[in-house]
Each structure stands twice: as C-alpha cells, then as structure tokens.
C-alpha cells in the first residue's frame, strides 16, 4: 500500500482512538489541521490517555515531550508515520 492511501487508513484509526479516550467528539467533525484544544474540549489528561492509546494501538514509545507532537489529526498521522517501522 502506497503512503497516500495509507494516509485515509491511518487518520481513521487515530479518530477511532481519539474518540475512546473523548467520547464527546464526533470523528466526522474533527479538522486534521487545527489543534484538537480548539476545536473542542481537550486537556492535558485527555491529551495523556490519547498517547497512551496510541502506544497501545501502534506499539511506538511517545515521551512526554513529544505529546505536543499529537496535537492535531496531521500532527498525530506525521508523528506515528515517522515513529513505524517500514513496510
């Protein structure tokens, strides 16, 4: 699979993720390139359970200071594209 059609795969599993850990959010709504903290009701535990369900989904270590990194849809998919193995 090509990067480009990856990308789609990619940003609905973060959706899904980001949804469990924020109930409240509607996927379908969520604008890739603006900070999740303004689009909607976002704090910093919400932001820790976010990486620790993208640990758990992707099996890719996030340190703390790279939580800024999973601020938004694009910030996120960029982060967990760069941190996987290669295909």
Do not use: W
């Amino acid at each position: 699979m090509n990067e480009s059609a990856a990308q789609p795969a990619l940003e609905a599993r973060i959706l899904t993720l980001l949804s469990e850990v924020a109930p409240d959010i509607e996927p379908a709504t969520v604008r890739p390139e603006v900070d999740f903290r303004d689009q909607f009701d976002f704090d910093s535990m919400d932001l820790f359970n976010f990486a620790a369900a993208i640990h758990r989904n992707f099996g890719i270590d996030i340190p703390e200071r790279d939580y800024r990194r999973l601020m938004s849809l694009a910030k996120c998919a960029a982060y967990v594209r760069a941190s996987l193995p290669p295909a």
